[in-house]
T-cell receptor, first 114, second 109 residues
């Protein structure tokens, strides 16, 4: 299993540009989520999905869109990038939403918005 | 949401045991206690979790207080590769994680 994969590893955008961060998992996990991590801080939840076709907002959803058309993929879209969205983005997945489930994290995408 | 409190940083000598404390005084009866760690420039990785009883795995041990208001992650022999930020987390509804500041563990050779 490749686990959770994210592309690209690093991206530079200009203010106002749009882009999609890709996330895929091959563990047949129902739950997937996106977090962002600013320098020196813990991760914050952006959006999450409890299954194909179902998404919900997390703590910091503004400026981001998600959709979940398949179990494997959970892309994160930046509609109009802003410097405040400069961060490291992590995708995670878990088999279910039960409290004893382990979350598996991807390696992250480092985004710089100029 | 239940919250946790951890020291900002701790130091350890290589090959010595490390005890990382966590307070979670508002924990509910059904909250699991999870520990994750984040190595430099990597995503978080799962370490261990428990509910009421102490737990052991190949990475660490988790000691849970009888009243469940605190727990301790135990690394039995710290190595340089264990230098990381360790997060004690009580998952929210849907197993979503709220990360605090964690404890930065520094390991000295």
């Amino acid at each position: 299993n490749a686990g959770v994969t994210q592309t690209p590893k690093f991206q530079v955008l200009k203010t106002g540009q749009s882009m999609t961060l890709q996330c895929a998992q091959d563990m047949n996990h129902e739950y997937m989520s996106w977090y962002r991590q600013d320098p020196g801080m813990g991760l914050r939840l952006i959006h999450y999905s409890v299954g194909a076709g179902i998404t919900d907002q997390g703590e910091v959803p503004n400026g981001y869109n998600v959709s979940r058309s398949t179990t494997e993929d959970f892309p994160l879209r930046l509609l109009s990038a802003a410097p405040s969205q400069t961060s490291v983005y992590f995708c995670a997945s878990s088999y279910s939403g039960r409290g004893q489930e382990t979350q598996y994290f991807g390696p992250g995408t480092r985004l710089l918005v100029l | 949401d239940a919250k946790t409190t951890q020291p900002n940083s701790m130091e350890s000598n290589e090959e010595e045991p490390v005890h990382l404390p966590c307070n979670h005084s508002t924990i509910s009866g059904t909250d699991y206690i999870h520990w994750y760690r984040q190595l430099p420039s990597q995503g978080p990785e799962y370490v261990i979790h428990g509910l009421t009883s102490n737990v052991n795995n190949r990475m660490a041990s988790l000691a849970i207080a009888e009243d469940r208001k605190s727990s301790t992650l135990i690394l039995h022999r710290a190595t340089l590769r264990d230098a990381a930020v360790y997060y004690c987390i009580l998952p929210n509804a849907g197993n979503m994680l709220t990360f605090g500041g964690g404890t930065r563990l520094m390991v000295k050779p």
